[in-house]
């Protein structure tokens, strides 16, 4: 999820509200739809009689990106351990020692 920071929509854009985390929640603080926002974000187009707008926190995208991809090479380290302790490499090795055989013998 990417992550807003709500500014005033005057031509200081002072941050008012920040680390806010997806676009219901950024939609919800500003009060609008998140369709409406959606668009809004888009086209860079926001109302004139609004206070407030949002940008994307691009310092704070590159955090969570960093930390998915920190979360998902552990639950891989993780899974990988767990099948090497279930998985029963013999079995494997009994049938490529069968096939092996028979490929030699004929």
């Not at 899974?79 to 490499?89: E, I, K, N, P």
Request: hydrophobic share 30%; with cysteine; aromatic share 10%.
């Amino acid at each position: 999820m990417k992550t807003y920071m709500i500014v005033t929509n005057d031509e200081y854009e002072l941050p008012v509200g920040h680390d806010i985390v997806g676009a219901n929640a950024a939609a919800e603080y500003l009060g609008m739809t998140v369709q409406n926002f959606r668009r809004c974000l888009s086209s860079g187009r926001w109302s004139k009689y609004r206070r407030y707008k949002a940008a994307v926190d691009e310092a704070g995208t590159e955090e969570m990106q960093e930390r998915r991809k920190e979360e998902r090479r552990k639950e891989y380290r993780r899974r990988a351990q767990v099948q090497a302790m279930t998985v029963d490499r013999r079995q494997y090795y009994r049938m490529y020692d069968r096939t092996k055989r028979k490929r030699a013998n004929g």
